[in-house]
């Protein structure tokens, strides 16, 4: 099981950025990948990003597009997710996740992620 703590959440204005990180620990990270999800308060948790295991392949949902980035360092054992041009819908928990598997690139889903952190707020002002 891999251990995940994210972090650099927080108030934000709209149009305004942030940056999330996710340091991993327990298994072998490098060889997972790895996922941001959001979960706003009354509704489902829903796919935000994802990254290869290999960091060469990224996946996102269309309300992020062109607005956030996920990266990884495999050095480190840390995910990111850089959030710019914030908006009020953005506001919700997010959590950083691993794939149920090494070595696989799933479709997007919740129930393709086994490991979960415990989540960081993001509040964006309008």
């Known amino acids: 099981q891999v251990q995940l703590v994210e972090s650099g959440g927080g108030l934000v204005q709209a149009g305004g950025s942030l940056r999330l990180s996710c340091a991993a620990s327990?298994?072998?990270?490098?060889?997972?990948?790895m996922g941001w999800f959001r979960q706003a308060p009354g509704k489902e948790r829903e796919f935000v990003a994802s990254?290869?295991?290999?960091?060469?392949?990224?996946r996102y949902a269309d309300s992020v597009k062109g607005r956030f980035t996920i990266s990884r360092d495999n050095a480190m054992d840390i995910v990111y997710l850089q959030m710019n041009s914030l908006k009020a819908e953005d506001t919700a928990v997010y959590y950083c996740?691993?794939?149920?598997?090494?070595?696989?690139?799933?479709?997007?889903?919740?129930?393709?992620?086994?490991?979960w952190g415990q989540g960081t707020q993001v509040t964006v002002s309008s």
């Open positions: 327990g298994r072998t990270f490098s060889s997972y990948s």
């Open positions: 990254i290869i295991w290999s960091g060469d392949r990224t």
């Open positions: 996740a691993a794939e149920r598997r090494p070595w696989s690139w799933s479709s997007p889903s919740v129930a393709d992620f086994g490991s």
